[in-house]
């Protein structure tokens, strides 16, 4: 989306649909000729945020012109409905989502929130506050730009935020909040006399601690009325660092200056985590179950998997 590719991106998420859809694959990477006898789906899940804000109503436009009578669910929706789930049906409060920069800027969680809460009869005001992780997927996945596990110094390559990024600018003032991890490489410095020169961030903790505390950041400018009741990982690469996440928020709602503590009327005392995989599966489980598909047998096909 950040390169405003947005149709391509639709044209893989429908070919993907097509191919799951069909009969036919490739055995092997360069084959001249496909393979048949590939049992079509009977439901698709959208695994991915970003594509399901981008690509799930196009794939259910094609499957109502079609009259394929196949179900698509999607991350987003799932992880909606877990959020509100945290709250009472007359209950105001607060709703962060930390999802990938894509995912933010389609704004599928924000309309996901508004049409859910009406759909579900919740009555009370949320705010819904968004922080968009740049650079934790691709920290998890590895990818050169943003870590490398055998750095030592400052790297040129690197895209993630220091004291140099305008877009992701790590904050000189904010360094005692961030309580980056030191440990090893995790932290990347370069000094110029006794001043740091420039910072960058070599560990998915740490990228998860700069997020949560911008997300601090927002709820404190924004003045939200409510503390924040319910943090939805809106990217499937979070959940893998759940602890992480768990560990910082109650880290910063113990955090103090001059004897006050600094975000305790922005974070609540138990704030609920929500992996929309799990809402997802539930979900999944429940439709199959409803209409009459699940495998209620005592024996399991093998699994059959595509790239």
């Known amino acids: 989306p950040s390169m405003g590719k947005t149709a391509f991106l639709e044209e893989l998420i429908l070919r993907d649909a097509l191919f799951l859809l069909g009969g036919k694959y490739y055995l092997n990477p360069g084959d001249s000729g496909w393979q048949t006898g590939k049992p079509p789906v009977k ?37 909606v409905k ?11 409060g607060t709703v962060a989502v930390m999802a990938t920069a894509g995912t933010v800027a389609s704004c599928g969680y924000a309309s996901g929130f508004h049409h859910h809460r009406e759909m579900l009869g919740y009555t009370g005001e949320f705010d819904i506050i968004q922080q968009a992780g740049y650079g934790i997927a691709e920290a ?22 220091s004291f140099r990024n305008p877009d992701w600018q790590i904050s ?33 903790e740490n990228y998860v601690r700069y997020h949560l505390v911008h997300l601090c950041e927002q709820l404190k400018n924004k003045q939200v009325t409510k503390p924040l009741k319910s943090l939805v990982l809106g990217c499937t690469h979070y959940p893998f660092h759940v602890s992480v996440f ?10 103090k200056s001059n ?21 997802t ?27």
């Open 259 to 279: 004897g006050e503590f600094v975000s305790r009327h922005l974070l609540g005392d138990s704030i609920t985590l929500v992996d929309p995989a799990v809402n």
């Open 140 to 161: 998890i996945d590895e990818e050169p730009g943003f870590i490398d596990r055998q750095a030592t110094r400052v790297r040129e390559q690197y895209q993630g935020p």
């Open 82 to 92: 877990g959020a509100l789930s945290c709250f009472g049906k007359e209950e105001s």
């Open 246 to 255: 768990r560990s910082v928020l109650q880290e910063l709602r113990e955090l």
């Open 43 to 79: 439901l698709i899940v959208i695994a991915c945020n970003t594509a399901t804000a981008y690509g799930k109503h196009k794939i259910e436009e094609m499957l109502s012109q079609t009259g394929i009578p196949v179900k698509v669910t999607g991350v987003i929706d799932a992880g």
């Open 281 to 307: 599966a539930m979900e999944v489980h429940g439709w199959l179950r409803e209409n009459g598909l699940l495998n209620s047998s005592q024996t399991v096909s093998p699994g059959q998997f595509y790239i």
């Open 172 to 204: 000189r003032e904010l360094l005692p909040v961030y309580n980056f991890n030191t440990e090893g490489n995790a932290l990347l410095l370069e000094k110029e006399g006794d001043e740091w020169n420039n910072i960058q961030l070599n560990s998915a």
